[in-house]
């Protein structure tokens, strides 16, 4: 079996919470992320799912190179990302792209479309100018629009035109791992249904890999293949898209498919039996970190911690019920 | 379903960009400014007498046309040395147009670079420099003008220079705050995950959206530098003599105002005031015009 | 059938902007019924005109806009005469508004006690203990524990769910009749937001107060409404029960909405809605949506449908319906 594409390894990363005026003195930690492991193949999405607080950006960012984590590694075609320097990281910067949720921020307001689009190819490429012209065309095909908006500004489109310009932008040096972070929240439902169905397209046909982050179970569930599961910093259960649905095993996933909402008046839920608030990360609960909302919880989850565990073929849970 | 979309050009009821623009001039700056600019640049076919020579024939301390003495070869008058008022007046816009102008220049140039540098690099460089600039602040502007002048000897560039060393400091502190929040949009994000050098996100993303506010601040500020050239020639360390200067008119002129020549003091004074009163103006349009578009976007 | 609560009847509400030269039609004949105790969903996307029609509704319209025609009655009583006056006497009292940002909708600087006691200060008159009292059961009733100690509190000790929460305390402290929450579990997180939804329903099922809850998702709609009305461009496209047009849309958007929307653990392709909701200084000829409907026909490019009867309390806007034939295929 060859390597997985991306590999993610015990990665853990604490933020330092400092006070001081001149020189800050680490005083507390914020521990974002606490020990996650997945891998991403080609031409595979993965779904990251979670609430506030549960360390889904910081993982983006621990991928896009923004931070470095504070243990466990992160590998991409078996090459430890944090080690690259010069032109291997130049390669690992042309292959992973990412969307990002605010179709209005994503865009730069004084450069044209064609010159936004252009900038990774002038980055890593010596293209000349019209054959990065050419790509330019190219890509805005594969989004479904026009060569020709490659004069306009930003300011002329929608906010669903400018998600696709951003994957445009993604996809121009023959990206192999785009991460999209919410990309169609800030978005209208009918435009939604437009951006999904694109960006699953343009995986069929140019076998690009997807980290994609979002809250919507429903969603996520119809694009990726496997979904992540996250709370607090930890990834509780992982499992193929369709088997996670019909039978989540952990409490929370089980909370989050109870709070997704029905997409009929006649299907029945019950009530959600989750109780409280979402702890912050600063002091995240003792042993399992989501004993302090769980309806099932029994006294080891407040000393020990769950280790992942394979219940089923690509199944893991995180849960002493297991 | 085809999911090929056309953009939908916005068009509304905005004419293009550039159209916008010029039906909403702000007409009182420029019509003060204007005569003034054509004044400095066509100095030499307008003025009727060379400012630096007396004119022949006519008197010392002569009064302007319309008063009783006056003629109309001197229109404005002539000072205590028989020169023409009018031509020092239309050579001297030319001086405080340019020194004014390219000191605001310098100024900006330095302190828009260093607020950039400060505010993107962070760490000990922004420590640095804004260490810098609080010492820089403390010192008073123009007690430090006449001491740099004093000891590198006046001349119109090393004024400009001068200048530009002393205000650029408010320059710095403006762009780096916005250069602070300009840091965390996406789209700077998106460059620097891309593997954009920072000198290139530097000059694509950074400098191109903080050039507004900079504009806005230099228009703002330039009647400052006007007026700290005008009291550095009053005081004698600015553009050395006879080259004329607004300011300089003003300190050869002080002793006789109570001798009643009011025109020597009166017409320069009118001309700074005019000058700075129609830049501050057009900084104050330029702030409107260009903020409220930038939200628009 | 007991007489509505609220009764709107062909509803205009205009925008001018640059000197009245440029009208945007932001509500275009919207007509809809509400009854005691019942909850409507106003469904739409951006900039449909769900949002001006609850603003036109309790008269919180901005400056630029005015309500041009139509009738708006609560309890027979036309709120569209009425001055500004009496309008803050219905405000908070008969009609309550839940805002889709808690932080925006709370005074930083003022306690939890005094934004819930407010209402029943201004609108019910009582003090001192009756009115401590009924904040400390008001808050008990949107289950925020310990409400004693929680009164006394500011509103950025709570978290974003807490918070909505006590916005709703604050909505019911009046006694109102009707509620009108415009999208007030958008910026919350999934869980928070079932949890939300499910004191909604009960404070419902308690109080009797009749709900308008505007939303452009049709989870919450499916969950938590009676009725719901579809409103594209200005206008209501279809409305009717909610059992009815989530089995049996008769409007091609409804349709479209429905179908775009993905199904937890289904993989079928999600029906995309081509192209862009309207510019509403400049609408379409004739039916707003034609230009996206995937059966459109040449009469709907123009002339604007009326509404047809699908059933008792179904009305559609579309040519469709009276082409298959009366009620509709």
């Not at chain 1, 993604?170 to 990206?175: F, I, Q, V, Y």
């Not at chain 1, 996933?253 to 109870?258: E, K, N, S």
């Not at chain 3, 007489?3 to 004949?29: D, M």
Request: a positive charge; one cysteine or more.
């Amino acid at each position: 079996m060859t390597a997985p594409m991306l590999e993610v390894d015990n990665v853990r990363k604490y933020f330092p919470v400092g006070t001081g005026a001149f020189w800050q003195r680490k005083t507390a930690w914020v521990k974002a992320v606490e020990g996650i492991n997945f891998t991403i193949a080609a031409a595979e999405t993965l779904g990251l799912i979670g609430e506030s607080g549960c360390g889904k950006t910081t993982t983006a960012k621990l991928i896009l190179l923004q931070e470095r984590p504070t243990a466990g590694t992160i590998r991409f075609d078996g090459e430890d990302v944090g080690a690259l320097k010069g032109p291997a990281l130049m390669r690992y910067r042309r292959s992973v792209q990412v969307v990002f949720q605010d179709p209005f921020g994503s865009l730069s307001p004084r450069m044209r479309v064609a010159n936004i689009i252009a900038e990774p190819l002038e980055i890593h490429t010596k293209l000349s100018r019209s054959a990065m012209r050419e790509r330019v065309s190219e890509v805005l095909e594969l989004v479904g629009m026009r060569p020709d908006v490659a004069d306009l500004f930003p300011h002329e489109f929608s906010g669903g035109q400018r998600q696709r310009i951003a994957i445009a932008r993604a996809l121009a040096t023959n990206t192999r791992l785009i991460v999209l972070d919410e990309p169609v929240s800030a978005l209208d439902v009918s435009i939604r249904a437009q951006i999904i169905t694109q960006l699953e397209q343009l995986q069929q046909r140019l076998g690009v890999s997807y980290l994609f982050i979002g809250h919507d179970l429903a969603t996520v569930a119809h694009i990726s293949h496997r979904i992540a599961v996250m709370y607090l910093g930890q990834i509780v259960e992982s499992a193929d898209s369709t088997e996670l649905c019909a039978s989540p095993l952990h409490p929370y996933t089980q909370a989050l498919l109870i709070a997704a909402l029905p997409a009929h008046p006649d299907a029945k839920r019950e009530r959600l039996a989750l109780s409280g608030e979402i702890p912050s990360a600063l002091a995240p609960p003792s042993g399992c970190r989501f004993h302090t909302r769980c309806p099932r919880a029994m006294p080891r989850c407040t000393d020990e911690v769950p280790v992942s565990r394979q219940v089923a073929p690509g199944h893991a849970v995180a849960c002493h019920l297991y | 379903m085809s999911i090929t979309t056309t953009p939908r050009v916005i068009e509304v009821h905005r004419p293009s960009q550039v159209r916008r623009w010029v039906g909403d001039l702000p007409l009182l700056p420029l019509i003060i400014l204007v005569p003034f600019i054509l004044a400095a640049v066509f100095a030499d076919f307008i003025a009727p007498y060379d400012p630096t020579e007396p004119v022949r024939g006519a008197k010392i301390f002569e009064p302007p046309f319309w008063m009783e003495g006056g003629s109309t070869a001197t229109l404005l008058g002539t000072d205590f040395q028989g020169r023409d008022s009018l031509s020092r007046l239309i050579f001297g816009a030319r001086v405080s147009l340019i020194v004014g102008l390219m000191g605001t220049v310098v100024a900006g140039g330095l302190g828009t670079a260093f607020g950039i540098l400060s505010g993107y690099l962070g760490g000990w460089v922004d420590q640095a420099i804004m260490r810098l600039t609080d010492a820089w602040l403390a010192l008073p502007a123009l007690v430090f003008a006449i001491f740099l002048a004093a000891v590198v000897g006046p001349s119109m560039w090393n004024i400009v220079i001068i200048l530009g060393l002393v205000y650029w400091t408010r320059y710095a502190r403006v762009i780096r705050g916005e250069v602070l929040s300009l840091r965390e949009r996406e789209y700077v994000q998106l460059a620097e995950i891309a593997g954009a050098s920072s000198l290139r996100v530097i000059l694509r993303h950074i400098l191109p959206n903080v050039l507004n506010t900079a504009m806005v601040l230099a228009s703002l500020t330039i009647g400052v530098v006007i007026i700290a050239e005008a009291s550095l020639s009053f005081l004698g360390v600015g553009v050395p003599p006879p080259e004329p200067a607004w300011g300089l008119m003003l300190s050869e002129a002080r002793s006789t105002l109570m001798a009643g020549k009011w025109w020597l003091t009166v017409f320069p004074g009118a001309c700074i005031l005019l000058v700075v009163l129609a830049t501050q103006l057009l900084g104050d349009w330029l702030r409107i015009r260009l903020d409220p578009q930038q939200r628009n976007l | 059938m007991s007489a509505p609560l609220l009764e709107v009847r062909g509803l205009q509400t205009h925008y001018f902007s640059f000197g009245g030269s440029r009208i945007v039609k932001a509500v275009e004949n919207v007509s809809f019924v509400l009854r005691k105790g019942e909850t409507l969903g106003l469904v739409g996307e951006s900039g449909c005109g769900k949002t001006t029609t609850c603003l036109s509704i309790v008269g919180l319209l901005p400056p630029a806009a005015r309500v041009v025609g139509g009738e708006i009655r609560l309890n027979g009583a036309d709120l569209t005469k009425k001055s500004p006056r009496e309008m803050r006497r219905i405000r908070g009292r008969a009609i309550a508004m839940i805002l889709q940002d808690p932080m925006a909708s709370l005074n930083p600087l003022f306690s939890i006690y005094t934004q819930v006691a407010e209402p029943a200060y201004y609108h019910l008159g009582m003090r001192r203990r009756p009115l401590r009292q009924r904040v400390q059961e008001l808050l008990r009733a949107v289950r925020i524990p310990s409400p004693a100690m929680r009164m006394r509190g500011y509103p950025h000790q709570m978290s974003g769910g807490m918070r909505q929460r006590i916005v709703g305390a604050i909505a019911l402290a009046g006694g109102p009749k009707l509620i009108i929450a415009d999208e007030p579990t958008t910026n919350l997180d999934v869980t928070i937001q079932a949890q939300y939804l499910d004191l909604l329903m009960d404070l419902q099922q308690e109080t009797g107060v009749a709900l308008i809850f505007v939303t452009h998702n049709l989870g919450i709609v499916a969950k938590m409404c009676d009725r719901m009305a579809v409103m594209y461009a200005g206008r209501i496209v279809e409305s009717g029960a909610v059992r009815d047009l989530f089995s049996a849309p008769k409007h091609p958007y409804t349709k479209a909405l429905l179908g775009s929307v993905a199904k937890l653990g289904s993989k079928e392709p999600l029906y995309a809605i081509p192209g862009q909701p309207p510019d509403l200084a400049r609408p379409p000829t004739g039916c707003a949506f034609h230009p996206r409907c995937a059966d459109a026909m040449p009469r709907c490019a123009t002339q604007d449908p009326e509404d047809v009867q699908c059933g008792p309390e179904w009305t559609a806007r579309c040519w469709l319906p009276q082409r298959a034939g009366r009620g509709g295929s």
